[in-house]
């Protein structure tokens, strides 16, 4: 696997990030700050004039926008988050945005009894806009 590192591993399918997501978001996480779930007053007072998702809700897509690129190495059982050594909101992400990750590997280190430990730095990536929403280098432990 350490050949690939530096290579990019993949892009994702795009997602639509609508008002029900971020709705649901909110619930999830208790965080109904106006900015994310009352319409009529961002479309008033936001200089974005529309709703934004959390920057939590951009990270929490990496597992399933990752999860059809192939980024286990073959004979590999299951891979668990390990943690993230960096994450950048550069971008908000307006209501009815698209986003997809772009994956590169950063690096994959061997940590003994079949387990390695595989860093990658995900772009999310918002259509039709050169700044990303986010950058976040992300840890996982991939177990044989």
Known sequence: ????????????????????????????????????V??????????LGST??????????????????GLLP???A???NYGTDKV??????????????RVTLESITEKGSGRWLMKTNNVMEIEGQEKPAMVADTLAMIFG
């Not at 009352?38 to 200089?47: F, H, I, K």
């Not at 950048?88 to 986003?99: K, W």
């Open 1 to 36: 696997m350490s050949e690939f590192v530096g290579r990019e591993l993949g892009v994702s399918d795009w997602v639509l990030i609508d008002q029900e997501r971020i709705n649901a978001f909110a619930d999830c996480t208790g965080d109904h700050q106006w900015i994310h």
């Open 88 to 101: 950048r909101f550069l971008s908000p992400v307006v209501v009815n945005s698209r986003l997809r990750v």
């Open 38 to 47: 009352d319409v009529e007053r961002a479309q008033r007072e936001s200089p």
């Open 52 to 69: 934004i998702a959390h920057g939590f809700l951009t990270l929490s897509l990496l597992p399933d926008l990752t999860e059809n690129l």
């Open 78 to 80: 299951f891979a668990l």
């Open 74 to 76: 073959s004979g590999a």
